[in-house]
């Protein structure tokens, strides 16, 4: 769970210019505080009163050394300096030893906050994505990093330093009449712990609204990224009246609890303000009435009290903003107290890449999503260098599992993967990743040229090798129909590509990996039979030159392969060749009759 502590901690590593700006920051604001005291004892010296005795001191101190006659006039311009000093003088001071500080902490903070949060993308475990959509995870940082940005200034700028300058003014009024620094102070501790005490009790409202507002924008990306299906199925009405629901529910609470609360704080605050300058008013008037204070110090107490009370407002509206953003602050440290995953490859490229025969053992492998629920068990498979071995079994019998697990996505409950004898475990993860490569039924196509796509997995390929893989692949006619070629732009922003040509970009990038090992897992399910075609004979041009391993349905695809794995309910129960698991009586068999009949064999 974030607390609190994780927002100071996120300004940890600036310490040294965080103390220095808002100690400026604070200073600055106390200076202020000599001009009203200053303008009250310029009323005294014209109006004849006495000035203070420090003042008369300090006044007739400095006139003495700079040889000045001792006269109002003197006095007036010593007065006049020091409100120069303070004033014209400070200004640019102020600006770049505090707001330059300010901001350029928040800006550093947001960039070095900003990598660790990609780092953290990279390094989260596929669990976490499969349990959190992109807009969720997208909007927490977004609203995370973009509040701890805006917060920082407004809080180390403003409302730190304003709280020392009340401080300050309480200070004066002190130094001039006790009793009215007494009603100052008791108002400041009223309006404050009010304050306080409702804020808290909003927080929990705004974490509430937080969470409503997640989901209505995890269900807005969903809806984005499922937008075909839900066009097919119509149900644009449903999705409308759910979202629509979603924000309803999220306005009550900004509305009648967050805004509502506000608003009755803020009635209190600013009538219980008012009441408070009144009756400081008064007293500060009864005193001088009576004598007991000068006409300078009246101007002077009446002046900074104002000032105090003024800040009142800007303190109390800092406090509710950064209320207003906690939740979201809190949620992104959430994010990034995840546990990173065991399958967390280096964000830095090691020099040693590895170098495999591409010989695989699963050895006694047992593995669970849930531990309780084992998905493979008692895993053994022998796969020798450059040998073909298809994946076949029934839906959910745990075919993607076995090939999750030598991409070290999950490691196994028990048993081991071997990998020319080593145990992938041992192996620093991105390297050894870097000798596998896999075609996914659903190749990614990232926004870019082609020839950027196929050049993923190896920037360094050259061009022929380019041209060779896609050649493999049968892509390359498919590229030369496309009007820039290689530079064609394909994916979000360019040309289309089908399922067929996916799938063998999906390819050509895979071989110009050069993986030891080339993985295809339901590559041809989701294509016609022409594509089928064109990337069986792509899968039969890269066969015997590395090892392959192939999951598939259509058992056309698997034929030739020198071994055939049959998985049931996540064990072993058949392997051999294609003429000889027809010959055994088994799921395999009752798998190709039902393919090549329809018919179901019992
Ligand atoms: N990320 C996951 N979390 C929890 N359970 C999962 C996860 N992925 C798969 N499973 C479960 O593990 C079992 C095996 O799934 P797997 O995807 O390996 O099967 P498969 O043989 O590849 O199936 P298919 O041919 O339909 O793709 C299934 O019961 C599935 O529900």
Not at 215 to 236: G, L, P
Not at 304 to 320: D, F, H, R, T
Not at 340 to 369: C, M, P, R
Request: glycine share 6%.
């Amino acid at each position: 769970m974030a607390k609190f502590r994780d927002i100071i901690k996120y300004y940890d590593r600036y310490r040294v210019a965080v103390i220095f700006s808002i100690a400026a920051a604070s200073i600055f604001e106390i200076i202020d505080l000599v001009v009203p005291y200053a303008t009250g004892q310029i009323l005294n010296v014209l109006s004849g009163q006495p000035l203070d005795n420090a003042i008369e001191n300090a006044i007739a101190a400095i006139v003495n050394l700079i040889k000045l006659p001792q006269n109002r006039l003197s006095s007036l311009a010593v007065l006049m300096t020091v409100i120069f000093l303070v004033t014209v003088v400070r200004a640019p001071i102020q600006v770049w030893s505090t707001w330059w500080f300010h901001w350029d902490i928040a800006f550093r903070a947001r960039r070095d906050h900003f990598k660790e949060t990609i780092a953290k993308i990279l390094t989260l475990p596929l669990e976490f994505y499969d349990e959190n959509n992109p807009g969720r995870i997208a909007g927490k940082i977004a609203r995370g990093l973009e509040n701890h940005t805006f917060t920082y200034p407004e809080i180390a700028g403003q409302m730190i330093p304003k709280l020392f300058r009340v401080l300050g003014i309480f200070v004066v009024i002190l130094l001039i009449e006790w009793r009215i620094a007494i009603v100052f102070l008791i108002s400041f501790v009223v309006i404050l712990s009010y304050t306080l005490k409702d804020l808290n009790k909003l927080m929990e409202q705004e974490k509430r609204l937080d969470k409503y507002m997640e989901n209505t924008q995890s269900r807005n990306s969903e809806i984005i990224t499922n937008i075909k299906t839900v066009k097919a199925f119509a149900t644009e009405p449903l999705e409308f009246k759910r979202q629509k629901q979603r924000l309803d529910r999220e306005f009550k609470v900004l509305d009648y609890r967050i805004h509502l609360g506000y608003i009755k704080l803020g009635t209190f605050r600013t009538a219980f303000v008012q009441f408070c300058v009144f009756a400081i008013l008064g007293l500060t008037l009864a005193a001088t009435v009576k004598g007991q204070i000068s006409l300078g110090h009246f101007l002077t107490t009446l002046t900074v009290s104002s000032m105090a009370y003024a800040e009142l407002e800007p303190i109390s509206n800092l406090a509710e903003i950064f209320t207003r953003r906690y939740a979201s602050m809190l949620g992104y440290h959430e994010l990034m107290q995840q546990p990173i995953g065991v399958d967390a490859a280096s964000l830095v490229e090691t020099g040693s890449a590895y170098s495999f025969t591409g010989k695989i053992e699963f050895s006694n492998v047992t593995f669970g999503y849930d531990t309780n629920r084992p998905v493979l068990q008692d895993v053994n498979l022998l796969i020798e260098p450059y040998q073909t071995v298809a994946l076949v079994g029934r839906s959910g019998s745990g075919k993607s599992t076995l090939v999750k697990l030598l991409f070290r996505y999950f490691d196994p409950n028990q048993g081991r993967i071997l990998i020319d004898g080593q145990d992938i475990i041992t192996l620093d993860v991105g390297n050894y990743r870097r000798r596998l490569a896999i075609v996914h039924q659903e190749v990614d196509v990232f926004n870019g040229t082609l020839l950027e796509n196929l050049r993923y997995g190896n920037q360094s390929a050259s061009f022929q090798q380019v041209e060779e893989a896609c050649r493999i692949a049968k892509l390359d006619d498919v590229i030369r129909t496309l009007p820039e070629g290689y530079y064609t732009v394909v994916g979000e922003r360019g040309v289309r590509l089908s399922g067929g040509q996916r799938q063998r970009l999906g390819i050509a990038r895979a071989l110009l990996v050069e993986p030891d090992v080339l993985v295809f897992d339901e590559a041809t399910s989701s294509l016609d039979y022409e594509s089928e075609r064109l990337i069986q004979l792509a899968m039969r041009s890269i066969q015997g030159t590395r090892t392959t391993i192939i999951i598939a349905h259509r058992l056309s695809t698997v034929r030739e392969a020198d071994k055939i794995v049959v998985l049931d309910q996540g064990r072993i129960v058949e392997v051999g060749s294609h003429d000889e698991l027809l010959r055994h009586e088994g799921i395999y068999r009752r798998l190709h009759s039902l393919q090549e009949t329809g018919e179901l064999l019992s």
